[in-house]
């Protein structure tokens, strides 16, 4: 009699064991399924990145652009050295878009580099601040009327797709780990509102340098010269507002 009370109460004990992890089984499937579906519907969050809508120069102009900035660097090691992942160019616009905006604003912009492709542009300076020991140097344009229509045109297409929640995480980083400069980061948000139209000012960057060596550049090694823009394109700013990383382009 013993025995057969043993057995019927192992089995109880079984079957309540049984409904109580059913019931365990049956709360962790709900609560799985319930967090797939608040994050499924829950907002992605957009990754901002700081952008620069600009002209490539033609071969020759981009020759020039890279033999003036060697020497500058050479000078002065601190500066921005120019080459194949920081390259020359003439911005036309900087901003802060979402990522995922790239493929729309790619659709936009497609087919505005042939309104300025058979267009001359015109160094028509070598251009610092002569008063100082030391200054940034850059190579300025001549503001002809195609130059401007594409500045405003470009400024008109993007300004749907511009945001301002930028930060330094907008930018390629620095290999150094050293943080992007608080200038850089500043700089792109209030370009369509202080650099932009009537202070539009087309240039290539060339670095910092001594005054010593700018005068004998500007004497010796400048080459006023009108030049073709090679490709219109979208690349992600780094420090200093360098154009580092390529995303999209139009020849």
Request: glycine share 4%.
């Amino acid at each position: 009699m013993g025995q057969i009370m043993n057995v019927e109460h192992n089995l109880l004990t079984t079957h309540a064991t049984k409904d109580i992890y059913s019931g365990n089984y049956q709360s962790v499937y709900c609560f799985i399924l319930l967090s797939i579906m608040i994050f499924a519907c829950s907002p992605k969050k957009e990754k901002v990145i700081a952008v620069d809508v600009l002209l490539t120069p033609s071969e020759e102009m981009y020759a020039q652009a890279i033999q003036l900035n060697t020497a500058i660097f050479n000078n002065n090691t601190t500066t921005i050295k120019l080459d194949k992942n920081h390259i020359p160019h003439i911005t036309l616009l900087q901003c802060f878009i979402n990522e995922n905006d790239l493929p729309e604003i790619s659709k936009v912009l497609a087919g505005l580099f042939n309104t300025i492709a058979q267009d001359s542009l015109m160094v028509e300076s070598f251009y610092y601040a002569e008063e100082q020991e030391a200054s940034f140097a850059m190579l300025r344009l001549a503001k002809t009327e195609a130059l401007m229509q594409l500045h405003k045109k470009t400024l008109e297409l993007l300004s749907p797709f511009i945001v301002k929640n930028g930060s330094e995480a907008a930018f390629v980083q620095n290999p150094d780990g050293s943080p992007i400069s608080e200038f850089t980061v500043s700089y792109v948000p209030e370009f369509v509102e202080k650099y932009s139209f009537k202070n539009y000012d087309p240039h290539l960057s060339l670095g910092v340098a001594h005054l010593k060596l700018l005068d004998s550049l500007k004497q010796n090694v400048f080459k006023p010269i009108n030049f073709k823009a090679a490709t219109l394109g979208v690349y992600q700013l780094g420090d200093h507002g360098t154009a580092q990383k390529l995303l999209w382009q139009y020849e």
